[in-house]
């Protein structure tokens, strides 16, 4: 069994910058493959970023490429969102996934989910 708990979110003014992390703890080791998602109110949960267990390879959504980055510290078993340039469209509770099967984009691959972190961008 593997937890999940995200920090990090809070209050920022467009153009602003946050770092959320993800800490897992059980029996989390770099062989699970680990994503962020987000959802908006009355919106559908969105695939933000991914990256593989050992963090060689990493995949972002199109609306955030180029402003966020994800990083992952296995020695720490903590995983990182560093989001930059901010947008109001970036407002969303954002979730830490992972899982031990290959998958990138669709939610239904992640076994394990963390309880969300509120993240608000104002105009």
């Known amino acids: 069994q593997v937890q999940l708990v995200e920090s990090g979110g809070g209050l920022v003014q467009v153009g602003g910058s946050l770092k959320l992390s993800c800490a897992a703890s059980?029996?989390?080791?770099?062989?699970?493959?680990m994503a962020w998602f987000r959802q908006a109110p009355g919106k559908e949960r969105q695939f933000v970023a991914a990256i593989t267990g050992s963090g060689a390879s990493t995949y972002y959504g199109d609306s955030v490429k180029g402003r966020f980055t994800i990083s992952r510290d296995n020695a720490k078993y903590t995983m990182y969102l560093q989001m930059n340039s901010l947008k109001p469209e970036d407002t969303a509770v954002y979730y830490c996934a992972a899982t031990r099967a290959f998958a990138v984009h669709s939610p239904d691959r992640y076994d394990y989910w963390g309880q969300g972190t509120q993240v608000t961008v104002s105009p």
């Open positions: 059980g029996r989390a080791s770099s062989g699970y493959r």
